[in-house]
């Protein structure tokens, strides 16, 4: 197996695949407030979803113009992927207690590192791995704030943190790929 991936395959498939897929996501709520009353989406609701969505998979386009290797591409895809639940989970229900503790904006300062530090090491891979490590620190921090608030440190934070490490861990992987192959 190559460490490439195939540009065709990306554009045709991949591409296709995630932004009818996001498309189809945005649609889900409107289908089911057909269907039950449960599920009560205003325009802004859609509004804010739309825009998540966009912003993630423009940065995931962006992630793989960066790099043609998979371990990059991996690293930057979980941790958008993350960033997105992270987001997501936040506004709708909240990690410490509801939606609108102020306690969750902690939440928000792991976002904050990781898009500044991201900046700052201008995407790449081997400065991506410090960065990634930072957040899921912020995150560890989170979960003490949520602890000393009296809220357990729910499963949901460590998983969020382990994701930041994974994806460190594969920035780590594509920045030795690109060292040896220099």
Not at 20 to 31: E, Y
Not at 76 to 101: P, R, Y
Not at 151 to 160: N, Q, S
Not at 171 to 178: I, P
Request: aromatic share 10%; charged share 10%.
């Amino acid at each position: 197996m190559t460490d490439t991936l195939k540009p065709d395959l990306w554009r045709k498939t991949w591409r296709l695949v995630l932004w009818g897929g996001a498309g189809a996501l945005l649609l889900l709520p409107l289908v089911a407030m057909q269907f039950t009353t449960e599920v009560a989406w205003t325009g802004s609701d859609f509004a804010v979803f739309g825009a998540m969505l966009l912003c993630a998979l423009g940065a995931f386009e962006l992630a793989v113009r960066l790099s043609g290797h998979w371990a990059y591409r991996a690293a930057a895809g979980l941790a958008i992927l993350t960033g997105f639940a992270l987001v997501w989970v936040s506004l709708a229900v909240g990690i410490i207690g509801a939606e609108d503790n102020p306690a969750n904006l902690i939440f928000a300062a792991v976002l904050g590192v990781g898009l500044i530090g991201t900046l700052i090491v201008r995407f790449q891979a081997r400065r991506m791995v410090w960065v990634l490590m930072s957040m899921a620190l912020v995150q560890g921090v989170g979960a003490v704030i949520a602890l000393s608030d009296g809220y357990p440190a729910t499963i949901l934070t460590a998983m969020f943190g382990v994701s930041w490490l994974v994806s460190a861990g594969l920035f780590h992987k594509a920045a030795n790929a690109t060292e040896k192959a220099s």
